[in-house]
Antibody, heavy 122, light 110 residues
Framework: QVQLVESGGGVVQPGTSLTLSCAASGFTFNNYAIYWVRQAPGKGLDWVAVVSDDGDNKYYADSVKGRFTISRDDSKNTVHLQMNSLRRDDTAVYYC???????????????WGQGALVSVSS | QSALTQPASVSGSPGQSITISCTGTNSDIGGYDLVSWYQQHPGKAPQLLIYEVTKRPSEVSNRFSGSKSGNTASLTISGLRPEDDSNYYCSSYAGRFTLVFGGGTRLTVL
């Protein structure tokens, strides 16, 4: 079955960096786009970034553009989210999610991991 | 990238039907048939209920249905059950690859 497991969360100070990882299994990894979506405590869902199945296309929300970088390593079935210049308002649970269908970027995160908590605090 | 507008809360009794609205603009909901709905229980990951406005994953109950008119999408849950008590989010493609979510709706099954 489809499984996505996030790791790398933690407590960091404002202005520092952190990298999240999303390990995937149960499907042909390089056939699918992967998303990062975050949820601040008690708040709604907020799209962060997406990388296409072939890795050629990467898109970011305006709030993280220039600070966050998404990448994929198909040899390890893993997607990374490098987060630089972290701010207090980046505090959230970060979910990775797989596109519902193969070979498309259709804005449909269909399968979600359980999330990793990132807390930015001094 | 403004969020879509959902009612903060709705409620219904077991067996009843309820509808949750999700209002956007011509640049998101009105411009594309790429509206999705998610259910999220507290402390859990979201689960896809509806995609491409009306389609339902095979594992999702047919009590859940979606529709769209103009810039407003709707999720209807028929035959409410206690386990439907949860949070619901809509999302839409918004062009130039951006994805926007609604603020979420808390459904209480009385």
């Amino acid at each position: 079955q489809v499984q996505l497991v996030e790791s790398g969360g933690g407590v960091v100070q404002p202005g520092t960096s952190l990298t999240l990882s999303c390990a995937a299994s149960g499907f042909t990894f390089n056939n699918y786009a992967i998303y990062w979506v975050r949820q601040a405590p008690g708040k709604g869902l907020d799209w962060v970034a997406v990388v296409s199945d072939d890795g050629d296309n990467k898109y970011y929300a305006d709030s993280v553009k220039g600070r966050f970088t998404i990448s994929r390593d198909d040899s390890k079935n893993t997607v990374h989210l490098q987060m630089n210049s972290l701010r207090r308002d980046d505090t959230a649970v970060y979910y990775c999610a797989r596109e519902k269908s193969m070979f498309v970027l259709a804005a449909i995160p269909g399968y979600w991991g359980q999330g990793a908590l990132v807390s930015v605090s001094s | 990238q403004s969020a879509l507008t959902q009612p903060a809360s709705v409620s219904g009794s077991p067996g009843q039907s309820i509808t949750i609205s999700c209002t956007g603009t011509n640049s998101d909901i009105g411009g594309y048939d790429l509206v999705s709905w998610y259910q999220q229980h507290p402390g859990k990951a979201p689960q896809l209920l509806i995609y491409e406005v009306t389609k339902r994953p095979s594992e999702v109950s047919n009590r859940f249905s979606g529709s769209k008119s103009g810039n407003t999408a709707s999720l209807t849950i028929s035959g409410l059950r206690p386990e439907d008590d949860s949070n619901y989010y809509c999302s839409s493609y918004a062009g130039r690859f951006t994805l926007v979510f609604g603020g979420g709706t808390r459904l209480t099954v009385l």
